[in-house]
């Protein structure tokens, strides 16, 4: 059900970004676009309150919900409607330029592509650390863990992710890493992203960067993978509940 949510939002963003629904035009009602495209009406609800806190779309009462014109909206070769099925929205996603890829994602797919990501990062780290990168990433244990607001924890989380992918050696990794937390830093993500609400969980979280540390200290390159994975997926499991609360309501009942 999670997944459904997810693909609601992503097939709705690429409609906007390919001219499937034209820029300044009026979307159709929620029964009507949830019908054309096949998903369920909470998921699209959902949807476009996530689009709306990023400025993609403006909702008028009395008068419906707009698209948002955009100065210089990307082209593209295909226009996606939402009889074109999910080839379509494959070939729209691979004509988004990657310098303007951050325009067209979302915190839940940063998420995705950092569990994808991190992991093997973390476990060359364990391989390839000096024992300067080791005791910084200590320190940088010690900031996540003694942050006293949201955002000296939102700035020592990022150095301490940051640490272990330059301590992996590896520099198409750390560029793919730095185009990740790019996302991190738009204000308009805040709410949805991981340190919007992480930073409650900070005790929880500190200890999971404090299990990573030692996997790397250790040169134990599986726990090290193991051990970032874990901590990401709780992090996923709290983005996806922020953003979707309707739907985890629904799957506890």
Request: aromatic letters at 6%.
């Amino acid at each position: 059900m999670l997944q459904h949510a997810d693909q609601t939002l992503t097939k709705l963003r690429q409609l906007i970004a390919n001219g499937g629904l034209a820029a300044g035009g009026r979307i159709p009602p929620e029964r009507t676009l949830a019908n054309e495209m096949g998903v369920g009406r909470r998921s699209l609800r959902r949807a476009l309150e996530i689009l709306e806190q990023e400025g993609q779309i403006t909702r008028h009462q009395g008068r419906g919900t707009f698209v948002q014109d955009k100065s210089a909206p990307v082209a593209a070769p295909t226009v996606l409607r939402p009889r074109d099925g999910d080839l379509a929205v494959a070939s729209a996603m691979s004509a988004i330029p990657f310098d303007r890829i951050l325009e067209f994602t979302n915190p839940l797919e940063v998420i995705e592509v950092r569990l994808a990501v991190e992991p093997v990062i973390a476990r060359l780290a364990a391989l390839r650390a000096s024992q300067s990168d080791i005791r910084r990433l200590q320190l940088l244990v010690g900031e996540t863990r003694e942050a006293t607001d949201p955002a000296d924890y939102e700035k020592a989380d990022e150095k301490f992710h940051r640490a272990v992918a330059e301590a992996a050696r590896n520099a198409l990794f750390l560029s793919l890493f730095d185009t990740l937390s790019a996302s991190r830093r738009d204000a308009t993500w805040r709410r949805l992203s991981e340190n919007a609400h992480c930073f409650k969980r900070q005790s929880v979280h500190s200890a999971s960067h404090q299990e990573i540390y030692e996997a790397i200290a250790t040169r134990n390159s599986e726990r090290a993978f193991e051990c970032m994975y874990r901590h990401l997926s709780d992090v996923q499991r709290h983005v996806y509940t922020y953003a979707f609360p309707a739907e985890q309501k629904s799957v506890a009942e």
